[in-house]
């Protein structure tokens, strides 16, 4: 089974330019995450959708950060313009299904993606 | 709020059990997790506990839920070389959809 793709790997942008990043999840996983992982912390939330709907956005700064899923498969997320603390790994995860909620069960194992690496000079 | 925290770094010798905290604030957690991350790769989980559940156990991996104390722990028997990563700690809450990272333990394994 393959897992969660993401690219690029790596990114180097100025401040004030545009980046986007794609995400492929495992196939037939319904709900998506996209993740903030900045140095020295744990991940944080940025999106989560289920299929080509979001569930919780309530955490992008949606002033710069977009992210859409069109065809429920796989994800685009955006910035633009960057800010130099927009450094960080994005990293992309899916699950099987959560339900009509969104909630997460137990057994819902998050598949992580190895992340993109975003620098902002 | 909803916040999970845990201690930065652990060093221990090779071959000794390694124990990584983890505590958290809000009380309706329902499932707790730890993942592993390895340098330049994605997370893994290890193992998650149901909020109902004192202890389990996994192979080398036990962990142990303290719900009064909101004490998480993760507990590697006989720790290798391998299991030299970054360990996070999360949590998903019944009134939220999504999960809290801790910012992970560094755990470094000496010979």
């Known amino acids: 089974e393959a897992g969660v793709a993401q690219s690029p790997r790596y990114k180097i942008i100025e401040k004030r330019q545009s980046v986007a990043f794609w995400c492929n999840p495992i196939?037939?996983?319904?709900?998506l995450y996209w993740y903030q992982q900045i140095l020295g912390q744990g991940p944080k939330l940025l999106i989560q959708f289920q299929n080509n709907g979001v569930v919780d956005d309530s955490q992008l700064p949606k002033d710069r950060f977009s992210a859409e899923r069109l065809k429920g498969v796989d994800s685009t997320l955006k910035i633009q313009p960057a800010k130099l603390e927009d450094s960080a790994v994005y990293l992309c995860?899916?699950?099987?299904?959560?339900?009509?909620?969104?909630?997460?069960?137990?057994?819902?194992?998050?598949?992580f993606g190895p992340g993109t690496r975003l620098t902002v000079l | 709020g909803e916040d999970v925290e845990q201690s930065l770094f652990l060093s221990v010798r090779e071959g000794d059990s390694s124990v990584i905290n983890c505590t958290y604030t809000?009380?309706?957690?329902?499932?707790l997790y730890w993942y592993k991350q390895e340098p330049g790769a994605g997370l893994q989980l290890l193992t998650y506990?149901?909020?109902?559940?004192d202890m389990k156990q996994d192979q080398r991996l036990t962990v142990l839920l303290n719900k009064k104390d909101k004490h998480l722990s993760l507990r590697i028997a006989d720790t290798q070389t391998g299991d030299s990563a970054i360990y996070f700690c999360?949590?998903?809450?019944?009134?939220?959809?999504?999960?809290?990272f801790g910012s992970g333990t560094r755990l470094s394994i000496r010979p």
């Open positions: 809000d009380s309706s957690s329902t499932y």
């Open positions: 196939s037939g996983h319904a709900t």
């Open positions: 995860a899916s699950i099987p299904s959560s339900g009509t909620s969104g909630k997460v069960q137990g057994t819902d194992t998050q598949y």
């Open positions: 506990i149901f909020s109902n559940m």
């Open positions: 999360a949590v998903a809450y019944s009134s939220a959809s999504k999960i809290i």
